[in-house]
């Protein structure tokens, strides 16, 4: 891949379409983080809770 190429498509967005999509990725970054910890299924929460334990993040 052309690093002149990826630079460029980074540089052609504005900061604010940058910023919706940094904010975008948050978002979503944090409800697979949090909202994985209130699933019901207790196979998908003992996983989140090991990789929040694995990350360093307080979980209780």
Not at 38 to 46: V, W
């Amino acid at each position: 891949m052309n690093n002149s190429a990826v630079s460029t498509g980074l540089s052609s967005l504005s900061l604010s379409q940058r910023l919706v999509a940094g904010l975008l990725a948050l978002m979503l970054g944090l409800t697979l983080l949090v909202g994985t910890g209130f699933a019901g299924d207790y196979r998908l929460h003992n996983g989140a809770h090991d990789t929040r334990h694995a990350m360093g993040f307080p979980c209780h």
